[in-house]
């Protein structure tokens, strides 16, 4: 990472074992874990009609050009994260990195 404050403190978290405590409880309480692409722009996308726009991280609230559509730019990318799995084929990947079937009920 480019910012070494930022590196330090991400490294001294231990990303890597809260996966695997997640991994663990996943395993233990039978709930669906999704580990959505670092890449996948959700607060850059409109939860209504899909438009993608850039947005500076500064900017709060998600005015979407396409539908006129304004939230909060968090909630909007909570909308986004939600309805992932749908997009993508019906499979999920737990904290194992492995690739299953989407439960849903």
């Known amino acids: 990472m480019a910012n070494h404050k930022l590196s330090d403190a991400l490294s001294n978290l231990g990303l890597y074992r809260f996966r695997e405590l997640l991994s ?3 395993e233990c309480f039978g709930f669906l874990l999704t580990i959505v692409d670092r890449w996948f722009p959700s607060s850059k996308t409109c939860s209504v009609c899909g438009n993608i726009q850039d947005m500076p991280l500064s900017e709060r609230v998600y005015h979407c050009q396409n539908c006129g559509q304004v939230m909060d730019r968090d909630l909007n990318a909570s909308i986004n994260l939600e309805s992932w799995t749908s997009n993508a084929d019906g ?3 737990n904290a194992c990195g ?3 079937a989407v439960s849903l009920g």
């Open 91 to 93: 499979l999920s990947v």
């Open 24 to 26: 663990y409880k996943q």
């Open 98 to 100: 492995q690739e299953g």
